[in-house]
């Protein structure tokens, strides 16, 4: 079997906040093949962030911490690594990119050292070869090299995720975490982001674990596709297997819940969901509300994890006895 780039194991991630306990992750199992693009796909609240900040080894401790579960990168365990180890891995090999760029790019430094000081501190070459490859960077997503001395607020919020694109790929990473990237920009530039992903993953063969409430991001950029809701991975499969045949209620909820097509740019457009409120849900029920075929079992009992074909795994009873969402 090929060996898969990122494997995350049973993950469980809780939050104690005022003395109570928020299961943000309860067991996720997920795998990412080398150039593979996987989609992560959730409500607010869902876990998506958490999931992504485990593989960076920044679960915020206090309030946070990593129950259990093993997160190996490049057939190597590096979750539970000390912070120095995780360092050179993070920002190197294993790169994020958030969905505020403002909050990432230091405002008292321009984009061109900005870019330029990563490549430094990960590839270990000389100060010129470092600014040479932040202007390729910055020439590669579509910034001329005249606007390297420029400041952050000098640029505007697509420029700005562009640069930090630039940021998250100057080292050839092998894996990209991108967190809702295009979540703060308007329709046309979150088009033309998109578009530049597609085009830097070919270029580079980089992997990326894109975090979206979109599907239709997710139909744009990723060959595959992990549904979680509640902290639980319900449904994963390659786009075909989960565009073409939901299995899953939660999913098909998803997809109900998206408007039409947008006529213009036949692009799907952004779903805006909302967590139910938990005390909506009955005791210990892992489904949502909407599900119309939520039985007793749903309501007391954790489902198995079901493979209805190769690769497309389904969390749910009514996927045991092939029913449809
Ligand atoms: N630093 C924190 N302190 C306390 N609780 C947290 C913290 N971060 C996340 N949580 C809780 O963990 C759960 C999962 O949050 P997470 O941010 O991972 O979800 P998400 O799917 O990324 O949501 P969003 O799309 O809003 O970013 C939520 O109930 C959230 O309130």
């Given at each position: 079997m090929e060996k898969n780039l990122l494997e995350i194991k049973n993950l469980v991630v809780q939050y104690v906040v005022d003395g109570e306990t928020v299961e943000a992750v309860n067991g996720i199992d997920l795998e990412i093949g080398y150039g593979e693009t996987l989609g992560l796909v959730g409500e607010t609240g869902a876990g998506k962030t958490t999931t992504a900040l485990s593989v960076m080894g920044l679960i915020p401790n206090p309030p946070g911490r990593m129950v259990s579960g093993e997160i190996i990168y490049d057939g190597r365990t590096?979750?539970?690594?000390k912070e120095k180890e995780y360092r050179k891995i993070r920002g190197g090999e294993i790169t994020m990119i958030f969905q505020d760029p403002m909050t990432s790019?230091?405002?008292?430094?321009t984009v061109g050292e900005q870019i330029a000081e990563v490549v430094r501190l990960h590839?270990?070459?000389s100060r010129l070869e470092a600014v040479e490859r932040a202007v390729r960077m910055l020439e590669l997503v579509?910034?001329?090299?005249?606007?390297?001395?420029?400041?952050?607020?000098?640029?505007s919020g697509g420029m700005k995720q562009r640069v930090m694109i630039a940021i998250a790929l100057a080292c050839t990473p092998k894996l990209l975490i991108a967190d809702e990237p295009t979540t703060a920009l308007d329709v046309t530039i979150q088009a033309q982001v998109l578009e530049l992903m597609n085009k830097l993953k070919q270029e580079f063969g980089t992997a990326m674990l894109l975090i979206t409430h979109d599907l239709g991001v997710v139909a744009e950029v990723c060959d595959s596709v992990a549904i979680i809701y509640a902290g639980e991975i319900v449904e994963r499969g390659s786009l075909s297997q989960v565009y073409g045949g939901v299995c899953h209620p939660y999913t098909q909820g998803l997809f109900d819940s998206l408007p039409d097509l947008d006529e213009e740019s036949e692009r799907l457009k952004t779903i805006q969901g909302m967590m139910p409120d938990p005390s909506d849900l009955p005791r210990g029920c892992k489904f949502h509300p909407r599900c119309p075929n939520c039985t007793d079992q749903c309501k007391t009992e954790n489902p198995p994890v079901v493979e209805v074909e190769p690769g497309h795994k389904v969390k749910c009873w009514l996927a045991q006895e092939g029913g449809e969402p």
């Open positions: 590096i979750s539970g690594l790019l230091n405002p008292v430094m590839a270990k070459c579509g910034i001329t090299s005249e606007r390297y001395h420029q400041y952050p607020h000098e640029f």
